[in-house]
Structures are given as C-alpha cells and as structure tokens.
C-alpha cells in the first residue's frame, strides 16, 4: 500500500514544483515588464487578474434542486443534481453513482447518500458548451426530522439548497383486536376497550348526517323577499348491535337548524332577520324505520325529547333569543296500503305530529313570546308513498296557538317532484303559505300573511 502511494505522491509532488517555478518565474518577468514599462498600479493589476482568469481551466456548474414542499420525514423523494457548462470549452464531467450529503440546521445535523435512480447514466459525459445534463437522485428524508435544514452534497463545488421537512405525523392504530401487539400490561386496557367496541359494532349502511326539519329555498311578493331553511342532525353514536345493551346510545342526536329572511326590497339586499337554533334530542323508537311502530295499536312511531337553543345572534333592542325544552311524538298511519310484495304500488301516509314545550331559563330579550308563539302547536302530514320507497305529493299543515286568545298561526306547505325529470333533478317544487306570528324571531310580535314558492328537499 505504501508503494502505491508513493507511485502516486511523488510525480504529483514534481509536477506541483514545476508549476510553482514556473509561476513565480512568470511573476518576475511581469514585475519587471511593469517596472519598466512605468504602468500605473491599478491597470498592471487588472491585467494580471485578466490573465488569470483567462488561464483557468474550463469548469462545470453543479446545482441540487429538491421539492419546494414539505418533505414527510422517512419517505423517498427525488432530488436532481444539474451540472452545466457556461464557458466557451467542451468540458468532461463524471456522472456519479452515489452522492454523499450532509444535513444541517442551528440544532441538528445527519449525514447520508443520494442513489442514481438510473444506474446506467452513471460515468464519464462531455458536455458541449452551453449545454447541461440533469440526473435524478433518491433522498431518503431522515425519520427523526422536522423544520428547515441546509442539505449541502459532498462535492468539491459544494451545491447547497433549502429542504423544509414536516413534523412527523401521528399514527393512529387500527383499532382491532388482530392487529394490536401485547408488549407490556398497558396493552391489556387497550385489549379491553377494543373487545368491548367488538361487541357492540356492526356495520350499517344508514349514515349519521340526515336531513333533520324540512329544508327549502322559497321566494314571495309584497315584499319582495326569500326565505331559506337549512337543518341537519348528527347521530352521535353509529353501528351499535341491535341485541347490544348499549343501543339506546344511538337514537341520542345533535341538530342545527337556520332560518332566514333575506331582503329584495332594499338596495343592498341585507339579511332582514335569520334564527339560529342548535339542539340535543333523544329519540325514543326509530323515525326512519317506515314500518317500525312502539305501539301499533295507536300508530305511535316514535317520541322524540329535546333541548333547543335560538337566537337571532343580534345585540342591543334587535336582539331576540329563548331556550325551550320540548316533547314531540309522532303517529303514522298508512291509508289503503296494499299487502306486502306488491311492486309499483301506491297509497297514502298521514302522520300526525304534536309538539308541546316549556322555556327554560330568562326570556328578558323577548319576555313575551309566550302570548304569540305559545306551548304547543300540532302538525298534520299527507304523503305520497310507493313501495320503492319514493315519495311524491306531500301536504303539511301546522297549528301554532298562542297562549293569548287570538295569537295563532297557519302554516301549509306543499311539495312535489318536478315531473318527467325527478329522476336526474334532485329537488322538489315548493310551495309555502303562512299567516300569523312569530314567523320570524326579531317580528314574533307581528301579524303576517305570505305565499312564497321555491325549491325544497324530498320529505
């Protein structure tokens, strides 16, 4: 080994010698063509420095481009190393199999490699003047990483970039029993937890967003105005076993629902007034189940429990807002349905709805609402049904009476498909006749009659 180095050392060592004496020969002669040629100082160095640079070799540039994205710490990216030839000279460069990097910020630094993804263009390249070649490289993102580093290749031009690298991200497990490794006694409460979400899990094609009270987007005259509703609810636990002592969990539900008046008449078209009315309810018996019934005999479908909030979200002498607890059960009855197995079948349903509440709490924005919106109100339901589960014509009407004696309100909507194209056209046409109060929170204490028609969902 020693030989070999010294087959190497010592003509490199003669022809450094060379070099320098020649150099420091070529100095002289230029000291002396300065001294007496008298040229002034500055233009005598900038011929030197203009000699220099036209005694440089011919090089190449080489620059690393990596993604301007965060990098996900432990993945395999692709980074290109380009070199470039901007001289006037063909120039030999050498395509490299591995690179080796370092990995540098204020706190932290890691070392590695990049690959050449395509191993063949590994070697010797010429490169024209003017011309480039660019190779694609893998970077394997250190794990433990996260922030803005300097990655920097090991080249003796040094090529440097900016890398950001995101914080890693957290892994949750697949919570089942197969796929959870027992390696010490904690392990055994998560065992418990997922045998018990075992139990009482099965799967249920029904999902827990539905459509809560009927939504519409309907358009009146005498004032030019449109009003909107929008409500859904949230079952907050799904795909509880029928047989699991934990199924009354499922009927529990979150709601919200908002109402709102939206002003043609004005120039600027505002907001004249909009409720907003979150809610928690229970319901008792299933609403969804057309043929679920708690007890036939009467028709009663379901009961449902409930607490609500509504505001106006207004301040000052606009400001209007109430909370209530309420009771609403629902009847169904079905009028000449055929017997089961008929296809294409027709008939009507009538549900009947009443609804009674209490306001819980301070009524000081609006003390007397109770006098125009009252206790109780009742809704009276006509659909069209058929056996694939379709509905057409519905009617519905509500009764709203207020606790003084002539404080009450009508409310009959009606609704169809829109004929021939119902089956690609999702909404139904609408139609919506009011007289009464309360149909606004900010008026509850004012008397309106309406008809507006519009759009609105399937009931």
């Known amino acids: 080994m020693w030989d070999a180095g ?12 060379r070099l320098a004496r020649v150099s420091f ?22 011929g030197v420095a203009l000699l220099l640079v036209a005694a440089l070799p011919a090089s190449a540039d080489t620059v690393l481009i990596a993604p301007s994205e965060p990098m996900t710490p432990g993945a395999v990216i692709n ?32 070392e590695g490699t990049l690959r050449l993804i395509t191993v063949a263009e590994a070697g010797a ?15 394997e993102v250190p794990g433990q990483w996260s922030g803005t580093g300097r990655l920097a290749l090991n080249l003796p031009s040094r090529p440097t970039t900016l890398v950001e690298i995101a914080a890693p991200s957290i892994q949750f497990a697949d919570l089942s029993a197969s796929t959870i490794e027992r390696r010490s006694d904690d392990d055994s409460v998560v065992d418990a937890i997922v045998t018990a979400v075992d139990d009482v899990y099965e799967p249920d094609d029904e999902g827990p967003f539905g459509i809560h009270e009927p939504m519409y987007f309907v358009y009146g005259l005498n004032p030019d105005e449109i009003k909107f509703q ?24 979150v709601g919200y629902t908002q109402l709102s008046f939206w002003d043609f008449d004005s120039a600027s078209k505002p907001f004249r007034d909009s409720s907003y009315k979150p809610e928690v ?21 379901h009961v449902r429990l409930g607490m609500l909030h509504e505001s106006n979200g207004r301040d000052g002498a606009a400001s209007r807002s109430l909370n209530y607890a309420y009771v609403q059960p629902e009847f169904v009855y079905d009028l000449d349905r055929p017997a089961e197995g008929c296809r294409d079948c027709e008939w009507w349903e009538l549900s009947v709805r009443p609804k009674a509440w209490t306001y819980v709490g301070s009524n000081s924005d609006n003390p007397t609402i109770g006098d125009f919106r009252g206790h109780a109100e009742v809704a009276v339901r006509l659909m069209e049904r058929n056996s694939r589960q379709q509905s057409g014509l519905g009617l519905m009407a509500s009764l709203r009476k207020g606790d003084a004696q002539d404080k009450a309100t009508l409310q009959i909507d009606a609704t169809t498909p829109f004929p ?9 046409l609408h139609a919506q006749f009011i007289s009464g109060y309360s149909e606004s929170l900010l008026g509850f204490n004012q008397k309106d009659t309406r008809f507006r028609v519009g759009l609105g969902t399937r009931w």
């Open 420 to 428: 021939f194209v119902q089956k690609l056209f999702t909404p139904n």
């Open 25 to 46: 020969k070529a100095a002289l002669e230029l000291f002396s063509f300065y001294q007496s040629e008298k040229i002034p100082m500055r233009r005598f160095l900038l």
């Open 281 to 301: 309810f229970y319901d008792i018996g299933d609403p969804s189940d057309p043929d679920g019934l708690l007890l036939p005999g009467l028709g009663l479908r």
């Open 79 to 110: 980074v290109q190393i380009m070199i470039t030839n901007p001289s006037e000279d063909v120039v030999e460069v050498s395509i490299l199999d591995t690179v080796s990097y370092s990995l540098t910020s204020k706190d932290a630094s890691v």
């Open 230 to 253: 929008i409500s859904f609810k949230y079952r907050l636990f799904h795909n509880i076993k029928d047989s699991s002592p934990l199924r009354w969990l499922q009927n529990l539900n």
């Open 125 to 139: 390249k010429t490169l024209n003047p003017g011309s480039f070649t660019r190779h694609a490289y893998e970077f």
């Open 6 to 17: 010294a087959a190497i050392f010592w003509p490199v060592l003669s022809v450094t010698l």
